[in-house]
């Protein structure tokens, strides 16, 4: 018999070969466990959430703000394991989607995307993207992480935003899970610590890949982003940046820092997040 024990505190996983009598036959059991929060329960603490406000694509001339999926899949995440969710933007009140990334977008690009469908059904989630707070309101002290939004409009609302970079920096520093996901990874490329040194010196991360940049560029017929990330990244001493394959569900977590490659890593690198926090409990 085989036993292996994952993640205690979160995931609880059995694998047992089993020789069934008289024919000697081989039958593999495998059992998990997860916690899923219970409603009404109280809260194990709060994680912050930030995303793009509103913007305008000076490519494509788009509006442009946060992609959907890297909201509302890590949402599900943490509350299915039990933290609230409190979100924040760059400038404060209304945050609007990507318009591909709308599950109800005539384009059907993300038709697939029931979780964000569903949550589009719910009043308290429209309200929390018609009121979000400006970042520098926030006050590190109330939350145990905090996760960074992607989608088009961080390329122009998070790079070289000192507020931002602050803020990231303070969970970072006293060594709280500190998490961006697809195009909210641009931050990185210029994000410091308090002893003044790149965030990812050192650091192994991901985000979003040249491969997906191509792919996007292609679909649209013209180029969309400003920049790349993976060219930008590549240019940076001492730092490792990963991707995998297009599109791949792929995050990376190298001591409190956590990178998704794009809207198809949120949940996994939300995932990490609550790994990090339960660990750490």
Not at 1 to 25: A, D, G, R, W
Not at 26 to 33: H, I
């Amino acid at each position: 018999m085989f036993v292996v024990s994952i993640l205690s505190n979160i995931v609880y996983s059995t694998t047992f070969t089993v020789h069934n009598k008289p024919n000697l036959m081989k039958t593999t059991v495998t059992e998990e466990k997860r916690y899923v929060h219970i409603h009404g329960t109280p809260f194990k603490g709060k994680i912050l959430m930030v995303a793009s406000s509103p913007a305008t694509s000076e490519q494509t001339g788009w509006p442009i703000g946060f992609w959907a999926a890297e909201l509302t899949h890590p949402l599900h995440v943490f509350q299915e394991a039990g933290y609230e969710v409190e979100l924040v933007s760059t400038a404060g009140g209304e945050v609007v989607m990507d318009t591909y990334s709308n599950p109800t977008d005539e384009s059907g690009y993300s038709a697939h995307d029931v979780i964000s469908l569903g949550y589009m059904q719910q009043d308290w989630f429209d309200n929390m993207l018609k009121n979000t707070k400006i970042l520098t309101e926030v006050n590190t002290d109330d939350y145990k992480a905090i996760f960074l939004v992607g989608g088009q409009g961080p390329m122009y609302t998070f790079r070289g935003n000192h507020d931002l970079e602050k803020l990231f920096s303070a969970f970072y520093d006293v060594g709280k899970p500190s998490a961006a996901v697809c195009h909210s990874t641009t931050l990185l490329l210029e994000a410091k610590d308090s002893d003044g040194e790149l965030l990812v010196k050192g650091k192994t991360w991901t985000g979003f890949a040249n491969s997906e940049e191509d792919y996007t560029d292609q679909a649209a017929g013209v180029k969309i982003q400003p920049y790349r990330i993976e060219d930008e990244a590549q240019k940076l001493e001492n730092t490792t940046f990963k991707v995998a394959g297009a599109f791949s569900s792929y995050a990376i977590t190298d001591g409190n820092l956590i990178t998704g490659q794009q809207q198809n890593s949120g949940a996994a690198a939300a995932q990490m997040v609550v790994e990090l926090l339960e660990g750490n409990s």
